[in-house]
């Protein structure tokens, strides 16, 4: 298979046209019209450990959720783990593609994902595209209503995280959650005018926390735990055009943020 259908593929699921106005999706290094896929690697985040690993695996594309290139590059000389990237990448005739904001923001998504972990239904967008099939951040139901504290057990052992930071709530029950992957506090408006009992996110921020102890539970559970099923989301989406592809998920943590 060609490194370009599987472009093809991720851009028929994620168009690069619902990628939000700063990001910067879609292919990152490669020359791929004619070359043949030998195997992807899925990441979150391109390290040079990253490139290590799929050159190691015999793989020359790896397909990541964070763009490596955000801003220019005005010059390539090593200096950082970026330009370092880069050079590693080039050299080894590695292609980086990154779907992003677009995988947020397309249905069935990076926001899916985590609303299917949390079995939510009757899911909707928190804030629709204009004119798009596609939005930011879904709300949904819960099976069940259940306390604040159960469902707080609950978002931990979906994630697998030790703990979150969320605000006092004076609500009992929840039932009505909205979710977003990454760094999500810009929808919290949205959720309230949506009725959510709990709003969940990526980050949020210390002054976010305020003044919404009478509308909604707000967890913080960590950028990179939020949206560590994203990998899960590729294979899916590649397993269904190039079944025989080799596909691995990076063995490496890749999140910069450490627990204690």
Same mark, same amino acid.
């Given at each position: 298979?060609?490194?370009?259908?599987? !472009?093809?593929?991720?851009?028929?699921?994620?168009?690069?046209?619902?990628?939000?106005?700063?990001?910067?999706? /879609?292919?990152? !290094?490669?020359?791929?019209?004619?070359?043949?896929?030998?195997?992807?690697?899925?990441?979150?985040?391109?390290? +040079?450990?990253?490139? %290590? +690993?799929?050159?190691?695996?015999?793989?020359?594309?790896?397909?990541?959720?964070?763009?490596?290139?955000?801003?220019?590059?005005?010059?390539?000389?090593?200096? %950082?783990?970026?330009?370092?990237?880069?050079?590693?990448?080039?050299? #080894?005739? !590695?292609?980086?593609?990154?779907?992003?904001?677009?995988? %947020?923001?397309?249905? $069935?998504?990076?926001? %899916?994902?985590?609303?299917?972990?949390?079995?939510?239904?009757?899911?909707?967008?928190?804030?629709?595209?204009? /004119?798009?099939?596609?939005?930011?951040?879904?709300?949904?139901?819960?099976?069940?209503?259940?306390?604040?504290?159960?469902?707080?057990?609950?978002?931990?052992?979906?994630?697998?995280?030790?703990?979150?930071?969320?605000?006092?709530?004076? $609500?009992?029950?929840?039932?009505?959650?909205?979710?977003?992957? $990454?760094?999500?506090?810009?929808?919290?408006?949205?959720?309230? +005018?949506?009725?959510?009992?709990?709003?969940?996110?990526?980050?949020?921020?210390?002054?976010?926390?305020?003044? #919404?102890?009478?509308?909604?539970?707000?967890?913080? !559970? $960590?950028?990179?735990?939020?949206?560590?099923?994203?990998?899960?989301?590729?294979?899916?989406?590649?397993?269904?055009?190039?079944?025989?592809?080799?596909?691995?998920?990076?063995?490496?943590?890749?999140?910069?943020?450490?627990?204690?």
């Amino acid at each position: 298979m060609k490194i370009r259908q599987i !472009i093809d593929a991720l851009e028929d699921f994620a168009p690069l046209a619902l990628q939000d106005g700063y990001d910067n999706a /879609g292919l990152q !290094i490669g020359l791929p019209q004619d070359v043949d896929a030998t195997g992807v690697l899925l990441c979150l985040d391109v390290t +040079e450990a990253v490139v %290590d +690993e799929a050159i190691n695996r015999g793989c020359n594309m790896v397909v990541s959720h964070h763009p490596l290139l955000f801003h220019p590059l005005k010059s390539i000389a090593g200096r %950082d783990y970026v330009e370092r990237v880069v050079i590693k990448a080039i050299k #080894h005739d !590695i292609t980086l593609y990154a779907a992003h904001t677009n995988l %947020d923001n397309a249905p $069935g998504g990076v926001n %899916d994902k985590m609303a299917e972990k949390l079995q939510l239904g009757l899911l909707e967008w928190l804030e629709p595209k204009v /004119g798009q099939d596609g939005g930011s951040g879904l709300i949904g139901e819960l099976p069940t209503e259940m306390t604040s504290q159960a469902f707080i057990r609950l978002v931990k052992e979906t994630f697998k995280v030790e703990s979150v930071r969320y605000n006092e709530w004076t $609500g009992r029950q929840v039932r009505r959650v909205a979710v977003c992957g $990454g760094a999500g506090a810009f929808l919290v408006p949205k959720a309230i +005018e949506k009725g959510a009992d709990a709003f969940i996110t990526g980050e949020i921020g210390y002054h976010r926390f305020f003044g #919404h102890e009478d509308e909604l539970l707000m967890m913080e !559970i $960590g950028h990179y735990e939020s949206e560590q099923y994203t990998l899960e989301l590729f294979r899916e989406i590649l397993n269904k055009v190039a079944p025989a592809l080799p596909v691995y998920d990076t063995q490496l943590k890749t999140n910069p943020i450490k627990y204690c």
